[in-house]
């Protein structure tokens, strides 16, 4: 999975939920479906947080 620079952020879980990695893909994919094609996972380190991003102004970034 590539990351991307200043994506906007959709969703933050955070990884003390045990299913944090399985319910960020799958609001990934619910976002995906709808208006943010671009939507994926990032995991932030210094926050322990999975989060649901998407690239800002499309896929160019
Ligand atoms: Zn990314």
Known sequence: MSHCTNPVEL???SDADL???ARA???AGEYRAS???TAH???DLPGQ???VVARQGGASA
């Open 49 to 51: 947080a999975f989060t």
């Open 41 to 43: 996972v990032h995991y």
């Open 11 to 13: 969703e933050r879980i």
């Open 35 to 37: 208006d943010h094609p």
């Open 19 to 21: 299913r944090a990695e």
């Open 25 to 27: 893909e799958w609001l």
